[in-house]
């Protein structure tokens, strides 16, 4: 049974950084694409970043050069790290993988920027 478990988001002020984890369970980890996306309340679930089995990384163009999405396969964990965070950050952050053509989404974790 694949598990998708996300921590590290917060109340953080404009210009901070927080990590976000994401730790996997029941699955070979390392062999799949992991993503983040973020959803914020009124709008539409959105990719923030995604990272390939083979380490290739992918940003929207809104958190480029400020997020960092990195994975630890001996862990089972993704993270990404972000920094110099902006109010319109604010929103619940998920950890998704793709197995078998079908998704599998963790609870989410909120992060609020907010001074």
């Known amino acids: 049974q694949v598990q998708l478990v996300e921590s590290g988001g917060g109340l953080v002020q404009p210009g901070g950084s927080l990590r976000l984890s994401c730790a996997a369970s029941?699955?070979?980890?390392?062999?799949?694409?992991m993503g983040w996306y973020r959803q914020a309340p009124g709008k539409q679930r959105d990719v923030v970043a995604g990272i390939s089995s083979g380490g290739t990384t992918y940003y929207v163009d809104s958190v480029k050069g400020r997020f960092t999405i990195s994975r630890n396969n001996a862990k089972n964990t993704v993270y990404l790290q972000m920094n110099s965070l902006k109010p319109e950050d604010t929103a619940v952050y998920y950890c998704k993988t793709n197995i078998g053509r079908r998704d599998y989404w963790g609870q989410g974790t909120q992060v609020t920027v907010s001074s």
């Open positions: 029941g699955v070979i980890f390392s062999i799949y694409d």
